[in-house]
């Protein structure tokens, strides 16, 4: 902090947002900022990073690209451009989330890491700390997505490995491993398509898959498989898509169990809905494990200095060991007072009731849907909040101010 307004308002301690309070300036605060200013209605967001976009802009490979088409992953009220192809680069999508914060004039404040949030029934108002200063408001909005922390698993003896130790949220490029032989634990979209990325770099990757999983192409007959599954359940039901699916993939794909890709008895798409497990929806490296390029190995049993010791027996040395092993939300670590959210910290109510709680709470891009869902979450929580806010008569009061400082009121409350 600053400028001289940054300066009052740090002396200050306690700021009045006028409008709702929304963590976190992803793609889900910033869509649901757009579509608040949209009815008129001002926001502030908080964001613990010093940019927009943080997930995507620094803790994700060089290679990615969008795996729906740019259709199914546009924010609400303004989409992708035009030139961008079907699947847009990662650094495509970065230039999408710049403009759309500029053509909404989003400014969150970045730096600002919310250490708690509660709602203060004394006063009716949200109270959100940061490490600078606290927020006030009636509004408050979640946003710090499904992705928020990696997950890390414990898996025996790993402290012992002499090599480096890295989960997907740090890697960037296989030419950081060429030709070295790297243990990729985890086979969701992270971990295949680094696999995939790897093989482009000469080094050898083993794929741990400890489990069962589905393993759809990513286009079938020219559309994208998303596209397709979309269209199908406007008709029919979804056993019968997930059938077609399969029979699909089988036809296209061969049949995966043989490459150790088990796949789980629940169909792909019921299985997205009901635990929010992605398919895998494969751009190569499928035909890599066919070839041998990627080897798919069973559970680590331990970690040795050198290498891993797996749960058929096999023993093998590597020199790294990448954790393609997901994300968690990390709500339940600040959000105090408020049993909306289940102890891993997503919605208890599933989609798409989950986006409205009590007391002013809601969330945005918590749906296991992707982009989508963040979609349609956005708009319903704007429209929510701007019946209220037409309504209120002190918001409009202070129409043009999105912050006021409340100096006195919250040195009282502090000597309190
Ligand atoms: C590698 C990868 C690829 C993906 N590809 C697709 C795809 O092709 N299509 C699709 O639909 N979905 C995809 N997804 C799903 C993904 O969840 C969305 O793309 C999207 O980034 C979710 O947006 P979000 O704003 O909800 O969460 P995030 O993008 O994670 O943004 C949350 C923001 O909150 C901030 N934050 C977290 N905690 C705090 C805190 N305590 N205080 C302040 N700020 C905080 C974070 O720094 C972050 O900037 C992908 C996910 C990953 C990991
Ligand atoms: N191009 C794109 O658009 C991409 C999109 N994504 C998206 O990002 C999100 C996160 O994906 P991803 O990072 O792959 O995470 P996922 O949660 O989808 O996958 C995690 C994987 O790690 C495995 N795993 C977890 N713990 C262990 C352990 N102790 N030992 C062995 N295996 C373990 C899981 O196995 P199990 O099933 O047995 O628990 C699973 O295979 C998804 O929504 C995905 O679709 C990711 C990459 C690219
Ligand atoms: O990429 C992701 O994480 C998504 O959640 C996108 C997505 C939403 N629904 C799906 C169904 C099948 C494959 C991907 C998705």
Request: proline letters at 5%; glycine letters at 8%; aromatic letters at 8%.
């Amino acid at each position: 902090m600053g400028s001289c307004k940054e300066k009052r308002e740090e002396s200050a301690k306690c700021v009045w947002v006028n409008g709702p309070i929304i963590v976190g300036a992803g793609p889900s605060g910033l869509a649901a900022s757009a579509c608040l200013s949209e009815h008129g209605v001002p926001s502030v967001i908080l964001e613990r990073s010093n940019c927009i976009a943080s997930l995507w802009q620094n803790k994700t490979y060089d290679r990615l690209k969008l795996h729906l088409p740019k259709q199914f992953c546009a924010l609400p009220l303004l989409g992708f451009p035009e030139n961008f192809p079907k699947y847009p680069t990662k650094d495509q999508f970065l230039s999408y989330m710049e403009s759309y914060a500029s053509h909404f004039s989003i400014h969150p404040r970045f730096n600002q890491a919310v250490q708690t949030a509660e709602f203060d029934s004394s006063c009716g108002f949200w109270r959100v700390r940061t490490q600078d200063l606290e927020y006030i408001s009636r509004w408050f909005i979640v946003a710090t997505g499904e992705n928020a922390e990696p997950v890390i698993p414990e898996i025996v003896g790993m402290e012992r490995f002499r090599g480096p130790v890295v989960h997907t949220s740090a890697y960037k490029s296989g030419s950081d491993f060429a030709k070295q032989k790297v243990l990729v634990v985890g086979c969701g979209n992270s971990g295949m398509e680094i696999s995939l990325d790897l093989c482009r770099h000469n080094a050898v990757p083993h794929m741990v898959v400890r489990n069962t999983v589905h393993v759809l192409p990513r286009e079938m007959f020219g559309c994208s498989t998303f596209g397709i599954v979309t269209a199908l359940l406007k008709w029919l039901p979804l056993s019968l898509v997930d059938k077609f699916l399969l029979l699909v993939s089988n036809l296209t794909l061969g049949n995966t169990d043989q490459l150790g890709l088990r796949r789980p008895k629940t169909g792909p798409i019921e299985l997205k809905n009901v635990t929010g497990k992605t398919p895998v929806l494969d751009v190569g490296a499928l035909s890599q494990i066919k070839s041998g390029k990627i080897k798919v190995m069973e559970g680590v049993k331990e970690i040795t200095r050198n290498g891993a010791r797996f749960m058929d027996g096999q023993e093998k040395e590597f020199d790294s060991i990448i954790l393609a092993t997901g994300y968690k939300s990390n709500v339940p670590s600040w959000l105090k007072g408020c049993d909306f959210f289940t102890k891993d910290g997503m919605p208890k109510t599933p989609f798409p009731d989950g986006w409205k709680g009590e007391n002013g709470l809601y969330t945005v891009g918590f749906t296991r849907r992707g982009l989508l869902g963040t979609a349609s979450d956005a708009v319903k929580i704007a429209n929510d909040i701007a019946d209220q806010w037409r309504t209120t008569r002190d918001c409009r009061t202070y129409r043009n101010s999105h912050i006021i400082l409340l100096k006195i009121n919250c040195r009282e409350r502090e000597r309190e």
